[in-house]
């Protein structure tokens, strides 16, 4: 079983859908991030978080450190909005990170 | 701006080649990482260098080196490629501290016939 977990695995979705992408972990975390990366391959951290919630425009992330589970929404979605959104979390004393396989979002105009 | 840039964005390889992958930053970060990143698999850490000339292996170090002379620049070398190292690799850095995003280069796609 993989220490990060995400679902759904892809996603599509109509121009101006309500977005919701889910990761869970099984450690104990000092952080966990959500990175975008687009076709082509770059990847851009979006949020990083260790409680509570954080917004950026239309993107909301949210985790529940006692069940080990983040969300990242995404409000009125737009085509641009497609990507492959990841998931990692940095365990404690760790400098390094863990990544969940990824979610592949499709918004279609 | 962060900056991080590698040496290729593709790269076709024999097997049995030498290849050498490069990373170079602009920030004076002191962690570098090389990641590999398959379909199904995510991102898999190779290895990573908190200081110049230190380096640590990761989850996957088998068939790879790193060379970090440099504080700015980190290299990963494959010594002798193989078609299973067909691969995209990214690199990444941060600053010291286990409390810090990561940055990102735009990768190299790897091509081993």
């Known amino acids: 079983k993989n220490e990060v977990e995400q679902s759904p695995q892809n996603l599509t979705a109509q121009e101006g859908e309500f977005i919701t992408i889910n990761c869970s972990y099984s450690v104990g975390i000092s952080a966990l991030h959500w990175l975008q990366q687009h076709p082509g391959g770059g990847i851009v951290s979006l949020f990083m978080l260790s409680s509570g919630k954080k917004k950026h425009g239309r993107l909301i992330a949210t985790i529940n450190i006692q069940e080990k589970h983040s969300s990242l929404h995404i409000t009125a979605s737009h085509p641009r909005d497609s990507a492959v959104y990841i998931c990692a979390v940095r365990a404690f004393g760790n400098e390094k990170l863990t990544f969940g396989t990824g979610t592949r979002l499709t918004i279609i105009p | 701006d962060v900056k991080v840039t590698q040496s290729s964005r593709y790269l076709v390889k024999r097997t049995g080649e030498k290849v050498f992958l490069e990373c170079v930053q602009d920030m004076d970060h002191e962690n570098m990482f090389w990641y590999r990143q398959d379909p199904g698999l995510g991102l898999r850490l190779i290895y990573f260098s908190y200081d110049v000339k230190m380096k640590e292996k990761g989850d996957i170090p088998e068939g790879y080196s790193v060379s970090r002379e440099k504080k700015e620049r980190f290299s990963l070398i494959l010594e002798s490629a193989s078609t299973n190292q067909t691969s995209m690799y990214l690199c990444?850095?941060?600053?010291?501290?286990?409390?810090?995003?990561?940055?990102f280069g735009p990768g190299t796609r790897l091509t081993v016939l």
């Open positions: 990444a850095i941060s600053p010291a501290g286990a409390h810090d995003e990561q940055f």
